[in-house]
């Protein structure tokens, strides 16, 4: 069963529009824009796509394919994890392109995070947050930041992290942001102006915080039989999904601190078939600084309750021993549900990624993070 | 009475008697009648033995603080008067967690996973009773 889907599929295609706060397209306009440069970056004509994911919230796949004009897809279907959707998506897309249901499969996310409702309004209506909102909200507790915070405050208490490691994960990401054309965060940021931001939740003060964006990314997931003869192949080596225990709430979870990533992780790097010293850069979702502390640990890059000291001394900085976010993050580039986080993977694989670009990448890893825990991890590797 | 801003519970068929209980001044807790495993928040199955059988027992309304956050940001219009507030995650002696509002002005700086805590019932409308903590004093 572990190399189920190890090498079977490639990332043939990747497409993004322009990242902002404020825009004048609409969500679908945003999600066929990043289509169709990852249609034609694939080489493919749009009909050729045979199958569609689009991302949980938001337009569905009807309107995607309307949209492009597609008139022989054979799968569609949602993967519902807030943020770890992305890369659980490529899991299904792997799947049933290694089933030989399709051939090439579109995953695509397009919103309006800044210009519609924000997150906040957002959480409240979604049904995966249903329990949240009987017994959480009457008494105060709402955003992300809210229900995250009491997490990292736990991990604070029983190991000692610290809000200089928060800032130092701020301060790498706005770094990487500042290199990328296509980021919202370019002016520096420091310690300082970290520590000095106004407190949200404590201990997470806004630059703790992602971004609320707009914009659309997308990417092809092909069979590898097609895939060798395209321009820039990165092969999929290992992908899947992990959940918490008592997923639906937080507060009810045996190990607050215990990820779904903790479970897909092992899984993943067997399927993948490399080690933690293989991976030459790391797009991590980042929610909020800490949740990056926590991820590190639950992907075994270190042990629980190391990950603060791990980030420290420029480590998971361009030139460090893990670069992280090479593109600046959901903290510093955009909130795209981490779409763009596989998208960067796959410009760091080619070796396009600029003056972000981390030098001789051969594999790397993208994780998703949602719906307050849901996991999510692909390692891909450089076609040779 | 002024207009109540905040928003109010809206229980489901599950849940309708852990809401019922407040009203009556009472914390009750959703109990396997199969197997005994006390769980939160309400639902049809016990995820030890997959019984659907239960019954409501009252909490002692004790427990130890498991971790917390101090809110700055008004995130809804109905409590921007009460901010920053503490919102804490507390483990009750039954062994489920609630997480709910810390009042009677505790400070951040002085709290720590283990703190003992008690739960203090607040009548929020004429309709709903909402279950709060503080400090042991």
């Known amino acids: 069963m572990a190399n189920t889907l190890n090498g079977k599929t490639a990332i043939t295609g990747i497409g993004e529009t322009k990242y902002s706060r404020g825009t004048d397209k609409s969500s679908i306009g945003l999600m066929l824009e990043a289509s169709i440069k990852a249609i034609h970056d694939a080489g493919l004509k749009p009909n050729q ?12 796949g ?43 499969v579109l995953v695509v996310l397009g919103r309006r995070g800044y210009s519609d409702a924000r997150v906040t309004t957002r959480l409240a209506a979604m049904p995966q947050f249903r329990q949240i909102a009987e017994f959480e909200n009457p008494v105060g507790a709402f955003a992300p930041a809210q229900l995250y915070a009491p997490m990292i ?7 000692g992290t610290n809000p200089d490691q928060f800032a130092e994960v701020a301060v790498a990401m706005r770094n990487h942001a500042m290199l990328n054309d296509n980021a919202i965060m370019k002016s520096p940021l420091t310690v300082e102006d970290h520590h000095n931001s106004r407190m949200i939740s404590d201990p997470y003060r806004l630059f703790d915080c992602c971004l609320e964006s707009d914009g659309g990314t997308a990417v092809i997931v092909s069979s590898s039989e097609y895939a060798k003869d395209t321009r820039a192949p990165v092969t999929i080596l290992g992908v899947g999904e992990g959940h918490p225990d008592s997923p639906s709430t937080i507060t009810q979870r045996p190990d607050m601190l215990e990820l779904g990533l903790s479970k897909a992780a092992p899984r993943v790097f067997e399927m993948a078939g490399v080690k933690h010293k293989d991976i030459d850069v790391a797009e991590i979702y980042d929610c909020f600084t800490g949740m990056v502390i926590a991820e590190i640990e639950d ?44 998208y960067e993977l796959v410009r760091q694989l080619r070796h396009e990624g600029g003056a972000a670009q981390v030098p001789n990448a051969q594999i790397g890893l993208v994780t998703g993070y949602g719906d307050l825990g849901d996991g999510s991890l692909a390692i891909m590797q450089r076609a040779s | 009475m002024s207009e109540y801003l905040k928003p109010l519970p809206e229980p489901s068929i599950d849940s309708q008697p852990f809401w019922d209980g407040l009203k009556e001044g009472r914390l009750l807790l959703q109990t396997c009648s199969d197997c005994g495993t006390v769980r939160h928040y309400p639902r049809p199955m016990c995820e030890k033995c997959q019984s659907m059988e239960c019954h409501w027992t009252e909490a002692t309304g004790r427990g130890q ?27 009750l002696d039954e062994g489920v967690r609630i997480q709910t509002q810390l009042l009677g002005g505790a400070k951040v700086g002085d709290l720590r996973v283990g703190t003992p805590i008690e739960v203090v019932l607040d009548r929020a409308t004429d309709e709903w009773v909402l279950p709060y903590v503080r400090l042991v004093k």
């Open chain 1, 49 to 60: 796509v045979d199958g569609i994911i689009p991302y949980c919230l938001g337009p569905v």
């Open chain 1, 62 to 104: 009807e309107e995607v394919m309307t949209g492009l004009g597609l008139t022989d897809v054979r799968f569609s279907a949602q993967t519902p994890m807030g943020g770890a959707s992305p890369v659980a998506a490529l899991q299904c897309a792997a799947a049933v392109i290694a089933a030989g249901v399709c051939n090439h």
């Open chain 1, 153 to 159: 405050r736990r991990h604070m208490e029983l190991y």
């Open chain 1, 299 to 342: 992907l075994g890059f270190c042990e629980k309750g190391e990950g603060g000291p791990f980030v420290e001394g420029g480590r998971i900085r361009l030139g460090g021993e893990l670069p992280v976010n090479t593109h600046g993050g959901l903290l510093s580039q955009a909130h795209i549900a981490g779409m763009n986080h596989v």
């Open chain 2, 65 to 91: 603080l498991y971790t917390w956050t101090e809110t700055h940001h008004p995130f809804h219009f109905g409590f921007k008067g009460e901010l920053p507030y503490i919102l804490a995650t507390v483990e």
